[in-house]
Every structure is written in C-alpha cells, then in structure tokens.
C-alpha cells in the first residue's frame, strides 16, 4: 500500500481515472433512467399484461412520431403514451427532458393520453423545468404527472384509461 501511495502518477493514470469517473457517473445515471422505467413497466405490464410496445417510436396525428418509454396497446395507433425519467442530478439532461415532452406533446393525438412519470428528485434545483412541465398539465397537454409515491393513484387511473379506451 505505501509502494502505492508513494508512487510518481505517470499521465495515463490520470486518463484512466478520467475515464472511469466519467464512464461510472453516466452508467449509474442511465441505471436510474432505467431503474425508474422498469418500475413504470412493472405496473403497465400488471394493467395491460403484453399490450404495449415498450420504447418505441409512436406514430400520432398528421403522421408524426415521436419516442416514448410506452405506447399503449400500440406504436401504431397508441391510446396512451407513458415517458418516464429518472434523474439522480442536474444539468442539460433534465432540460432535455422539456424536448422530450414537446416532442410528445405535438405528435400525439389530442385523444390521446400522455401521462409522465418522473422518480422527483432533484426538482427543486430545477423548478423553473418543472413548472413547464406543471403547466403542460395544466393546459391539458399532459393528463397527469406521477412519482413513485403515486404508484397506486398510477395504477387506478391506468385501470381507467383501460375502460375508458376499451383497451
């Protein structure tokens, strides 16, 4: 260890740990990307067992498409459209996430439902970017917001949309 810690630090050492550092912080952030997906899928799949396609690229009004985590019973002619994102930090990241629902928002039917689950964190570092997103609500653009709090609210109003839709 004392070999070690006396060791002269050559220039490749500090591009490895550069490397591993960035390479680290963005795998564990895809991870809560995905980790808040999985959750999402969970409860989707518990709704609608197999009738969905999972991130996929929709096709809405006019032909648009846009990406999104779920397409309910289909990419094809969604009824519901479910983006969910998990962020554990800041940044330009959590601003795209705004690009994302426009995207969203344009595409889709104005019948269809588009419900946006997030994991919550780190919003209050961000609240001018989770006002818009409050506000879309608000305007009707998107039918709900949830966290992981409200998987059972999550859960009855898919429940809802599923007969509401005849899905």
């Known amino acids: 260890m004392a070999e070690q810690a006396n060791r002269v630090p050559k220039w490749n050492d500090t591009l490895i740990e550069r490397l591993r550092s960035g390479r680290g912080s963005a795998i564990s952030g895809q991870k809560r990307g995905r980790g808040v997906e999985d959750f999402v899928e969970t409860v989707v799949t518990k709704v609608f067992g197999n009738d969905y396609d999972c991130r996929c690229t929709f096709t809405g009004q006019r032909n ?21 994102k998990g962020y554990g930090a800041t940044g330009s990241k959590m601003t795209d996430i705004i690009g994302d629902i426009e995207k969203i928002i344009e595409a889709k039917r104005p019948d269809t439902a ?9 919003w209050n570092q961000r609240k001018s970017d989770f006002r818009r997103i409050v506000e879309y609500q608000n305007n009707g653009d998107i039918t709900r917001i949830y966290t992981k709090s409200m998987s059972d609210q999550f859960e009855a109003d898919l429940i809802q949309l599923k007969h509401e839709h005849g899905l």
């Open 64 to 84: 648009m498409t846009a990406k999104c985590d779920f397409a309910i019973p289909s990419k094809g002619a969604p009824r519901i459209v479910i983006e969910s």
């Open 114 to 122: 588009f419900l946006f689950f997030t994991d919550g964190m780190t």
